[in-house]
């Protein structure tokens, strides 16, 4: 079995394959206070919880965009599945070519997604991750990494609205009824699930002109 870890701001995403099958998965919560003990023995907890054993987990991958607890996370895996993990890099050969302005920048996790989605469909690909942070990701059928957009999450989106306007309240991501909102909550509700609608709708379209010339 090989055991894939993505870290991301917020959660930490484990996917466990049997061949090219994704098996399992779970999350574990990113917390840049916990110790390399914290980390190994959840992850060992929640491998058998699913019926799997430490030491059936032949290798490790590991990707993250935050190099604040990559040293203690690393450590836990070597202590409780006692595997190095390799961990991808930016200068990773990945099989995909990086034609941005300054390639160093790219986050590992940008890098990921459209490899992973080029290899999978194999031709030209706009990947969209909704996250932390929500981004668009352009490769061509040749395999050149073109560039990306990169916007707030719809979550951040709602959260700056109630912490920088203090008439405004703390609400839920959810589809309202219309997108006329007759109140503050829906109102909100309104302009953030629509305007997201249309803010991807928008970029996907453009992107697509852009493999369309390539």
Do not use: W
Not at 20 to 37: C, P, Q, S, V, W
Not at 136 to 157: K, M
């Amino acid at each position: 079995m090989l055991a894939t870890v993505d870290v991301g701001n917020t959660h930490i995403s484990v996917g466990i394959f049997e061949g090219d099958y994704l098996a399992y998965r779970f999350n574990m919560i990113t917390k840049r206070t916990r110790t390399a003990d914290d980390f190994g023995q959840e992850f060992k907890d929640m491998l058998q919880a699913d019926g799997i054993e430490t030491e059936d987990i032949e290798a490790v991958v590991m990707a993250s965009v935050v190099p604040d607890i990559m040293s203690v996370l690393r450590g836990g895996i070597l202590k409780y599945l006692k595997r190095e993990p390799f961990i991808i890099k930016a200068d990773s050969d990945t099989g995909i070519v990086v034609k941005t302005e300054r390639p160093a920048e790219l986050g590992v996790d940008r890098l990921i997604d459209p490899t992973a989605a080029y290899h999978f469909y194999g031709g030209a690909v706009l990947v969209i991750n909704f996250g932390t942070a929500t981004t668009f990701d352009v490769v061509t059928a040749s395999g050149e990494f073109l560039g990306r957009a990169i916007s707030p999450g719809i979550q951040i989106s709602l959260d700056a609205l109630s912490e920088m306007a203090s008439m405004l309240p703390t609400i839920e991501v959810r589809k309202p009824d219309s997108i006329l909102g007759t109140n503050t909550v829906s109102s909100m509700q309104a302009g953030v699930f629509f305007g997201y609608i249309g803010q991807v709708k928008y970029i996907f379209t453009i992107y697509k002109k852009c493999l369309m010339r390539t």
